[in-house]
């Protein structure tokens, strides 16, 4: 691969750095963004071809980057990495202009892939075996959460929750499958 740009946007200084040194030794030039305007300044000024965006950047939500670096440019590939994967969050990626939606832990292969490969389907986005009673809970915590537009006491309401038992379980990572 000669000379293609990949902005890494992402709060975590560690997998930040990790994924900036493998993909250079793969031959891409990265700019690394923690937040919001870092990222939208930096696609106001230089060319990317791919992206990745995590969905949740200190108090911010990657899904507003979306709309916004599509705008600047049109024809970059975009990636939703997440920790907190859900299909609520997965479907609102796509809608909003992301090319692939990936969980957490991702290797860079798993990230380029993605990227340079088909483009995301609904059928990706379905588990082959069925949920499990916690992980519906989750998927209906973030369905919820999402239309709340990410406003924690609005969504504790909705779900006729107390505030403080929805912020601890949305700080657990999501149960598996």
Known sequence: MSESHFLIVDDDPVFSRVLARSLTRKGYQTQVASD???????????HFDLASVD???DQ???LQ???RLRALQPHLRILMLTGYASIATAV????????????KPADTEQ?????LGQAFTAEAALPSEPM??????????QKVLL???????????????????????????????
């Open 36 to 46: 919001l305007q870092t990222a939208i300044s930096l696609a106001e000024t230089e």
């Open 55 to 57: 969905l949740k950047l």
């Open 60 to 62: 911010e939500s990657g």
């Open 65 to 67: 980057l979306i709309p």
């Open 92 to 103: 609102e990626a796509i809608k909003l202009g992301a090319d692939h939606y990936l969980p």
């Open 111 to 115: 990230i380029l892939q993605a990227l």
């Open 132 to 141: 499990s009673v916690s992980r519906l809970e989750w998927e209906h915590i």
């Open 147 to 177: 239309e709340q537009e990410g406003n924690i006491s609005a969504t504790a309401r909705a779900l006729n929750m107390h505030r403080r038992t929805l912020q601890r379980k949305l700080a657990k990572y999501p149960v598996k499958r």
